[in-house]
């Protein structure tokens, strides 16, 4: 079961303070973008982050889960609790790198 759009959009203004956010669809679910960078998965009206040891400490009383079949455990997030996905946010996003542009074929 794929993420609602009113559950992406509501995310989104979640973070919305800590940048220019989007939303792109992405295999039936939703990647959002904080100043271009891919930083949080939405499956399943769930929120999830990478587990990196940045986080750690800021995300040690949450549950793991798995996004989607064959990934690696990700941290779940509480889409109610606007400050700790800022927080979250504001880590990942200086850490992150945009993504390469992918040359068009011919």
Do not use: W
Not at 10 to 36: H, I, L, S
Not at 64 to 76: E, R
């Amino acid at each position: 079961m794929a993420s609602n759009l009113e559950f992406v959009e509501y995310v989104c203004e979640q973070v919305a303070p800590c940048g220019g956010v989007r939303y792109r669809k992405m295999f039936g679910d939703y990647m959002v973008y904080v100043n271009d960078k891919p930083l949080l998965l939405l499956c399943d009206n769930t929120v999830y982050a990478k587990r990196l040891e940045v986080l750690r400490a800021l995300l040690s009383e949450n549950e793991l889960g798995v996004p989607y079949d064959g990934a690696k455990p990700h941290y779940i997030l509480d889409a109610d609790n606007a400050e700790q996905l800022q927080a979250v946010v504001n880590i990942l996003e200086p850490l992150t790198a945009l993504p390469k542009r992918r040359k068009k074929k011919a």
